[in-house]
């Protein structure tokens, strides 16, 4: 890998000039447990309240996630047992210090997210007007207690990351025995009721994750906007390892705020300061994270992600995107409060203090005029390896380092690679600019004597042709892979999933082919008791198969098929797939490899 040098000024977010209303909000909602385990803080040596520290900095709002019962037979289940008589004890400190106050109903006894929204125990029998009424009860109930304590909301979400609705299943939107979007809509409506009734200036939210993921959110307020559904601001988590570059959430952003005219808030974001592990509970972020965002995991290089998060929103169209929360900011190691009972903090190192509670440098951006100038000092050259015939994907950013030593992504725009390379054995240069500095780059191509004859075999044109389908189409998609490791290579896979019973083949007739022995390869991973045979035909010999077993997530099989010798010149290469309802897979990067003889 070669490096360079440049000279690259980067003017960062003054944060003076940000409008009185942009929100610096910080998720504090295991504050409780952690001062009540005997959790301190500390800035500059001095201990002082977490709220204090935070105000001090330029923090104006918290969030808090409210949790129905988080306990199981008397017992607490942790992850801050964030049930809403304590939320509403951090509230009454945050109100009564001048902070605003988001509030994050869950709608379940413990966490809910995009994979699982389970219904509170109480309400696990409950369908129809017994579970809207249960949800707009309980809402009331909520906020009309906090408002008698001097601690009302000035924000409220209804639910949390609801991609998929929430109160599982008659609040599903899709999924087997869902109750679709007229089950979600109805629970979501009553909910908001509840709201305008106990106060009718108390900002609405919904929110979802994967902030890269435009064709979700579409998807998703579309349907809202169509079903006439009251709400206010449209919440959107981002961690940049899992959902996509700044550039996709920016476009997502901008996309979003031109066709609903809804306020924008980043509900959730964090980043690493480090790789180091303190409580010996594996964290979240580790080098593959590091690897997937671009920034290096140190206090520069959080530093850099979250001043490059406030630069992208503040160039969301008409001004729409209004802040942003860092996600549990506070929560740092303490025994007793980790993201379960008995077990430890995977969030440590994402921190806004370190693992002593002494605040971070982070905080110089959320407090005064950010206007330091960092030389970009180098940048890494990328070195892509293909098959004769195969397009590379060349990445759009490359890694660089600055001088205020952080490591951050940097955009590049490449030249188109000449055909005849592509169809050369050997190195190949290709010339791109950094886009933010006008500065010259170049990546080198390795085209290999190998040729890969399948066409769109890793679904990097972001569609299926020329694949084709015959079965139950509706459960196939070619789609950007969210987290990135659902796909094997590149950003793109093809998913299935349906929520009935469905069979389906999946196939390419690829012709031309000179004569002689070939391998066919793929790789899958998936879960659930489908049956899925990687099959060839049409070659000049017997159909040939094997069979695969799906083992779960991220656990990808690698079936071939080899000493296929092809002698009419073409051959069809299927993947059949006969699964139950909800059973899913990730299939990639096929290869039609021709043998050394």
Known sequence: MRLTALIFILIFMNISILANDFIIGVDVSTLYEIEKAGGKYYDSGVEKSCLEILKDHGVNWV????????????????????????????????????????VDFHYSDWWADPGKQNKPKAWAELHGDDLQNAIYNYTREVLIYMRQNQASPDMVQIGNEINNGFLWPDGQISGQNAGGFDGFVKLAKKAIKAVREVDPSIKIMLHLADGGNNPLYRW???????????????????????????????????DIARRYDKDIVIAETAYAWTLQDFDGYPNIFGEQQEHIAGYDASIEGQKAFLSDLIRTLKSVSEGKCKGFFYWEGAWIPVKGVGWKINEGNPWENQALFDFHGNLLDIVEIFESPFEKVAVLKEFSLPIIEVFLGEKPELPGSVKAAFSDGSVRPVEVQWEEIPAEDLNTPGEHVVKGVITSAGE?????????????????A?????????????????AVKVIRADPPQNAHHGKYALNYWLDKDFEFELYQNVTNLPDGVYTVSMWIQGGGSDTVYLKISEYGGPEKSVKIVNTGWLKWNNPQLKNIQIT???????VIVRGKSGNWGWIDEFKLMREVQ
């Open 63 to 102: 969030r808090l996630r409210v949790w129905n019962d988080p306990t199981d037979h008397g017992e607490p289940l942790g992850g801050g047992n964030c049930d809403y008589v304590k939320m509403t004890q951090i509230a009454m400190r945050a109100k009564a210090a001048g902070l605003k106050v988001l």
């Open 458 to 474: 890793s679904f990097e044109l972001a569609v299926l042709e020329p694949w084709q389908v015959a079965g139950n189409r509706e």
């Open 568 to 574: 009419t010149g073409k051959i069809k290469i299927s």
């Open 220 to 254: 998703f307020f579309d349907e809202m906007v169509r079903r006439n559904v009251d709400f206010d601001v449209i919440g959107v988590s981002y961690y940049p390892y899992w959902h996509g570059s700044l550039k996709d959430l920016s476009e997502n952003l901008n």
């Open 440 to 456: 010259k780059i170049e990546a080198t191509v390795i085209v290999k004597e190998e040729r890969n004859y399948l066409q769109n």
